[in-house]
């Protein structure tokens, strides 16, 4: 009886989830629409359209701020560290005040144009989900509350990504010293993603979320171009995290400890970015529907190496900014972009052995992810469930493993673990 009564959670767990999800990602596209018809309504880009777009989405990225600030700062980021800390029994998951702080700040900060993802905000929101139904359940014991918690996270990464077994894996393989899983829990976690996934796909469809062409599985003569392509992201991986944490610093150093200069210097970024959607559109938000348009499109690599260095740039001075919002799209796009630049090398080089860059763009979309967060199963599913591309795990697992092999002996730190440890002295 008590198995059922924690399944029938999970499932109410996994459902809200999905809704909220689905909520969440309509919102900001209905806000990112909405300043787009305003800004192109006009004939022609002029100062006061740069001028208009730089604070009004300054201030959404302000606002974002401020209302995390006043409400939850824990809320601040990604989330998942804080949910992996709730996990753990370090500290609660405050649902009544993340669940709003992350949805309508979230909002503000993804609405702005800031490069940043929705996986993390809908990850905590999934999690404070599992944390309110286990309050209002009266769950008492530690394993019920770590499972609606771990079903919760599951549930709102997976319709974030209409993934749902990275989704799971990801809880297993990413969270398993806190999750501390058994064949019951693991149970009310699938039942939960399904959920989840169904309400996701009610309302956007059964496609993937990234919808590629139906390419050719490389040869076997190709895998070595793999594994190079495998080491070359292991270091990137490695360096993407530390520069991470020195942005970090370099912020704090600006700030000074004074929210008002905080403030400011996050209306300069939002500000920024919202300008520069109005000319190069690529260079901002999350990057979802940046990699399916270079992929169709193969532009230049000066072009590509362009991109790769704002959007760079612009990762690492928004996810350290303090405003809610994920790291995995923004990860995902910038190795895409790394992938199609070696690609490009790779088929100019060696004709023979692959024709098409775009499959080297797929490797790098899951090799990076699993280099950073050293979760290489879950880098490895969540791009093949995103892009349909199912043919294609056999370079994936080269590409990811070597890249993560890399990373491990470069002395590098799996990105979530660094970041708890860097917020958080326990």
Known sequence: MIALRLYGLALLVGTSAGLLSVGFEASIG?????????????????LDSFTIAFFTSALLAIGSLVFIQKLAPEAAGSGIPEVERAMLGKAPLRWHRILPAKFFGGIGALG?????????????????????????????????????????????????????????????????????YSSF????????????????????????????????????????????????????GVGFNRALFHTFAIQKKIHKGKPWRQRLWVGLIGGTLGSFALTVPQATSSGMALIPDIIAHHPSITALLLLLIVRFGGTLLCFTSGVPGGVFAPML??????????????????PHL????????????????AASVRAPLTGILLVVEMTGTYHLILPLMFTCLTAVITAQWLGGKPLYEALRAYKYSD
């Open 354 to 369: 692959i024709q098409d860059s775009a499959l080297f763009a797929v490797a790098g979309m899951s090799a990076l992810f």
């Open 30 to 46: 209905a806000l990112i629409h909405f300043k787009t018809i305003l800004f192109n309504s006009q004939d022609q880009l002029t």
């Open 185 to 236: 829990s693991i149970k009310a976690v699938f039942i939960a993603t399904i959920a989840s996934v169904m309400i996701c796909r009610t309302f956007k469809g059964q496609h993937p979320l990234l919808p590629l062409p139906d390419y050719h599985t490389p040869t076997l003569d190709s895998l070595t171009s793999f594994l190079i392509l495998g080491l070359i992201m292991g270091i990137i």
């Open 112 to 180: 702005s144009g800031m490069v940043l993802g929705q996986e993390g905000p809908v990850v905590q929101m999934g999690g404070a989900i599992g944390a309110m139904v286990s309050r209002f359940c009266h769950l008492d014991t530690q394993k019920a509350n770590n499972t609606l918690l771990a079903s919760g996270a599951a549930a709102g990464l997976a319709a974030a990504f209409n993934a749902p077994l990275a989704a799971i894996l990801f809880v297993v393989e990413e969270m398993r010293p806190q999750f501390r």
């Open 333 to 350: 796009a910038l190795g895409t972009l790394i992938g199609l630049i070696y690609g490009h090398g790779v088929t100019v080089i060696f």
